[in-house]
């Protein structure tokens, strides 16, 4: 019987965080390290032709001012990823060619921010302005390039081709997708744009650096990768990876922006040139005028359905912007198609497209749903008209097509869902919402209109046959356990849940394991917090780390006994004959002998990867109050069930959740990146990019509705990203109902809405 798993165990830091512990990585930095700060092109496109940083220098307190002339010539990718990289090495820490406005021009480094800063505006560049491409939808084939450079190379046949634009381009089927469409009673065809979104976590990115005691490069960062950011950096500089350490203190959040290694590769750079301590710190400005937003998407949708609402075929082409450089774009744009396509169990064929094309534009990154959240907007929108076309309810549209345990998934990789739940998801999500009650728009007293819509989701747990987590789980003398991971906790509770699953693998309390984390020096290789991997991938590592500790335990406990090993067991507390359990031997004393006369390293070290990714499913539905008069929408209720396997802690699963609906429903109606025709970024604050308060959040409520993952840790699977999805196409379809417009390119505003009335 578990002790922990499946209880909501209090987060081990939860002290520390609400009494504001000063453990993040400003805190750390010494007191007399240099400033570092970036100066940035004010041009979305140009070409260097002087810089004069003389006056600059004069500067008092100024000790570093480094140029393009000024740093390695080897071009890598800031994503995070698994070495070969699918994203290209397109990026210098300082590139001679700026690509975006923002791009970075020089690092300044000194004693006091106020030298920096002063210095900065005494830097004299000089350019030579070409014209930008800024339209995604005229990128590809264009005769503008943004990489024009021979030393532009792609690890991976992911169809890039920097003469052509192309970060990826390609495309996927199965089956007779034109015949299958032939057979089809209705067919229709939708075009859906989503924009870029930013991951606004509160602590912005951030960096510090090192030399030690050996002259070794440690950088102390707010990072979701470690390991990759090593390697990255190794790439960067030109130096060997073993004279680099990564530390990664406390994140305050993530999203997936920091899988990117947006701040690192400055303050290393100021350190190998000057041996001084260094950091930076992004203002909230920087946060979002040079970071690694969403990627933005055009999404064609081309369904087909009999005339009972089976569907047949879906046939969907994906435009993505990956903006300047190609940080994760091979890899995000996959997932708009192979998450949304395979929820549909009925299809007969598929077919998926797809071009990420580059930019003069903030390069994009990682965001929590990662592609899946723009795809299940646009199919999940289709799907919803053309049940309007068909005049079948969206709720039963979904109970007849939706993929169900058991059943193969050709756009899934081919993989079969081996848990699934998604069936009593929309089941539970339609009793939440009343939905035969409200299926039909009520106009109120008031004139407003109340409407209810519905989505569906699906996601992965961790990228099949790439990622890797290991745990190594130690005993130490006194019979406690140190347990060392990779991964990384940037508020998601990880590292509680993974002790929440040591301490019953071990018969423990969680009392009785210390968690330590993402070292490079210390802990074992982990490919990172991202992929939503930890619970599923990192999580089975543990259970194995600790079922071959046990077995060690197991045996130093029967040589100590005297008996043969087969004739002992251990219940957490003490190792005992099984025919006479008055002999034994205490988990202290097995510790103790680890120390002395022993052969035998009372620890385990374990790496887990997996050859499948069991996605999550989900169901959402969300009700709306519509003021036809000006167009303002009022979300009144959102109502979520998910399946994500076995919530190994529900409270900390629920707060994923609500974490997760409030994003995507910030995305569904405020955020709004928007641009001028000079390629500035005019969403720079919070003052123009808008995030939903708790005060625009009505009721968000979330149940669960939990399958078993054979594959998974106590039968676990993955719940970071799918919980994002649903809101955009539940709440854009509740829009349709209450109004009759169907907003197909988010935000869903209250300007659009009106223009909508006008025009229909």
């Known amino acids: 019987m578990n002790k922990y798993v499946g209880t909501g165990v209090v987060k081990s830091d939860a002290k520390a965080l609400t009494t504001g512990k000063p453990v993040y990585t400003d805190d750390l930095a010494p007191a007399d390290c240099l400033i570092v700060k970036v100066l940035r092109s004010p041009h979305a496109h140009a070409l260097i032709t002087s810089i004069n940083t003389n006056i600059a220098m004069k500067v008092p307190d100024i000790v570093c001012i480094l140029t393009h002339e000024d740093v390695p010539q080897s071009r ?6 698994t070495y070969p990289e699918p994203s290209p090495y397109d990026r210098l820490i300082l590139d001679r060619r700026v690509r975006f406005v923002g791009d970075a021009v020089a690092i300044v480094a000194g004693e006091t921010e106020q030298a920096v800063d002063k210095a900065l505006k005494l830097i004299k ?13 005229k990128a590809k084939d264009n005769k503008i390039l943004v990489h024009p450079e021979e030393s532009w190379k792609s690890l991976c046949p992911v169809g890039a081709d920097n003469m052509r634009n192309l970060c990826a381009s390609g495309s996927d ?53 470690p390991f990759h950011v090593r390697r990255i950096l190794s790439h960067a500089l030109d130096i060997p990876k073993t004279q680099i350490r990564v530390i990664k203190p406390r994140l305050g959040g993530g999203f997936g922006a920091k899988q990117t290694v947006v701040t690192e590769v400055y303050p290393a750079i100021v350190t190998l040139k000057t041996g001084r301590p260094a950091k930076i710190v992004y203002s909230r400005y920087e946060s979002m005028i040079a970071s690694s937003p969403r990627h933005s998407m055009e999404l064609t949708v081309r369904m087909g359905a009999t005339k009972d609402g089976i569907i047949k075929v879906i046939d969907l082409y994906t435009l993505s912007n990956t903006g300047a450089f190609g940080e994760h774009g091979p890899t995000t744009v996959g997932l708009s198609a192979h998450k949304p396509i395979p929820m549909y169990g009925k299809q007969e064929a598929f077919k998926f497209t797809w071009d990420v094309v580059y930019t003069n534009t903030l390069s994009a990154g990682a965001y929590r749903g990662y592609g899946a959240t723009q795809g299940i907007f646009a199919v999940e929108s289709t799907v919803n008209e053309l049940a309007e076309i068909l005049n079948i309810d969206p709720v039963k549209m ?6 169900r345990e058991g059943q193969v998934m050709p756009a899934y990789y081919g993989e079969t869902a081996t848990s699934c739940a998604l069936d009593r998801c929309v089941e539970r999500v339609k009793n939440m919402i009343d939905w035969d009650k409200k299926a039909k728009p009520i106009t109120l007293p008031n004139g407003k209109i109340r409407a209810v819509g519905i989505a569906m989701a699906m996601q992965g747990s961790g990228i099949s046959n790439v990622d890797v987590g290991s745990v ?7 019979g406690d356990y140190n347990m060392l ?21 071990l018969d423990c309390d969680m009392k009785n394991i210390a968690v330590y984390a993402s070292d490079t020096d210390v802990s074992p290789y982990d490919s990172g917090s991202y992929a939503s991997a930890t619970t599923y991938v990192t999580g089975m590592a543990c259970v194995k780390a600790c079922e071959e500790l046990r077995d060690k335990i197991l045996l130093t406990g029967a040589e100590m006994l005297k008996v043969n090993v087969d004739d002992v067991d251990f219940d957490g507390q003490k190792v005992y004959v099984v025919a006479d359990p008055e002999k034994f031997v205490t988990r202290k004393q097995v510790g103790y002998k680890g120390q002395c006369f022993s052969n035998r390293e009372l620890a385990a070290t374990v790496s887990h990867s997996s050859p499948t990714s069991p996605p999550p499913f989900m169901a959402g539905a969300a009700e709306i109050e519509l003021d036809p008069e000006t167009g303002k929408v009022e979300l009144i209720d959102y109502c979520a069930a998910v399946d994500c396997g076995t919530p190994i802690n529900p409270n900390l699963a629920r707060v994923q959740t609500e974490g997760g609906l409030v994003q995507g429903i910030g995305m569904a109606l405020y955020e709004d990146v928007i641009y001028d025709d000079r390629g500035v970024n005019y969403s720079n604050s919070f003052m123009q990019y808008k995030i939903p308060s708790r ?3 009505n009721k968000v409520r979330v149940e669960f509705e939990s399958s078993y993952e054979p594959s998974g840790p106590f039968g676990a699977k993955s719940i970071g990203e799918v919980v994002i999805n649903t809101p955009s196409p539940a709440i854009a379809s509740a829009v349709a109902t209450a109004c009759g417009v169907r907003i197909r390119e988010l935000p869903i505003t209250a300007e659009k809405i009106v223009m909508g009335l006008k025009n229909k």
């Open 76 to 81: 890598f990718t800031m994503a995070g990823q």
């Open 125 to 137: 560049v000089e350019y030579k302005v070409l014209e930008p491409v800024l339209d995604m939808c």
């Open 173 to 225: 089927s199965h089956g007779d997708v034109e015949g299958t469409f032939a057979k089809c009673d209705v067919v229709i065809e939708r075009t859906y744009r989503t924009k870029q979104n930013q991951q606004a976590m509160m602590e912005t990115f951030r960096t510090y650096t090192q030399l030690d005691t050996y002259g070794r490069l440690n950088v102390i960062s707010s990072t979701q990768v």
């Open 398 to 403: 979904r109970e007849i097509n939706l993929v």
């Open 472 to 478: 190594t789980i130690r005993m130490g003398d006194d």
């Open 485 to 505: 991971i990779g991964c990384t906790d940037m508020g998601t509770g990880c590292d509680t849940i993974l002790a929440q699953m040591a301490a019953d693998c």
């Open 695 to 697: 005060l625009d959040i």
